[in-house]
């Protein structure tokens, strides 16, 4: 069975669990664990929230969707400059790092002084998500995708 | 236990244990009303013959990137106190929520020697 759920708006941060619940609500015919379920749901609201926050033109577009076991779900907004670097740079972290809770906790470290948020680690390492970004002039593309069925 | 509802936290003692409880939902919004009530629980437990501070979160339903942020500044200032102001981190979590699970998981990953984790049965 496969389902997906696709967002473009334009959105503040308070919209946010409001997307977050509902991804929740509309897996529960298609994704039995809970603990899948709540990964998703985490994951949909870490890179959402992500995608409003850089968004330079106040929208946002997110596609969650879940088919033959494989969970994938790809946000798209338009960013900085200063912040595309940025998401370059975590990029590079992420494939440099031995694995994603290395990574992760790498980023717990800089948290007291840094102004960076833990987000991307966290869908990467607590969602057990591979993340690729693509960059295309000012539009940033990231797509996190995953294996269903571990709960977690 | 659920609550679905904005963030609350609140705070109280027991003789050398110090107690934080979190209800509803700590999203991104939440990250300052989060930041105040743990300075406030590190400022009195080292002002004070605290041994232990339990956070019990079985009622916090989600939690941001931001509002884990929070915590996770929280366990590093504990970790770099001398030993004799510092003091263990007890989370009383709740296994129906299970991204408390993976994020606790993490912060113990953080700051083992500080924090333990204790999972309400099912």
Known sequence: MSTHFEIDAALSIDDVPTVRKLVERLQVSVVADDGDRSRIAVAAHELLENAVKFSTDGSAWMRVEIAEGTLTITTRNRASRADLADLSQIARELRAAPDSMTYYLGLMQKAPLEAGGLGLGRVAAEGDMRIALELDGDVVVVHATASLGGGC | ?122
């Not at chain 2, 009530?37 to 080292?46: L, P, T």
């Not at chain 2, 079985?58 to 990137?65: D, I, K, P, V």
Request: glycine share 8%.
């Open chain 2, 1 to 122: 236990m659920g609550n679905h509802g904005p963030l609350t936290a609140s705070t109280s003692r027991d003789g050398e244990t110090m107690h934080l409880t979190c209800l509803g939902s700590a999203e991104s919004g939440a990250m300052t009303q989060l930041a105040q009530a743990i300075d406030g629980v590190h400022a009195e437990a080292i002002g004070s013959a605290t041994r232990e501070v339990i956070a019990d979160i079985r009622g916090l339903e989600f939690a941001s990137s931001s509002c884990l942020k929070v915590f996770v500044t929280w366990l590093q200032r504990v970790k770099e106190l001398e030993a004799p102001q510092r003091y263990r981190v007890v989370f009383r979590s709740n296994p129906r929520h299970s991204w408390q699970r993976r994020s606790l998981s993490a912060l113990a990953a953080f700051a083992g020697n500080v924090v333990a984790i204790e999972a309400e049965s099912e």
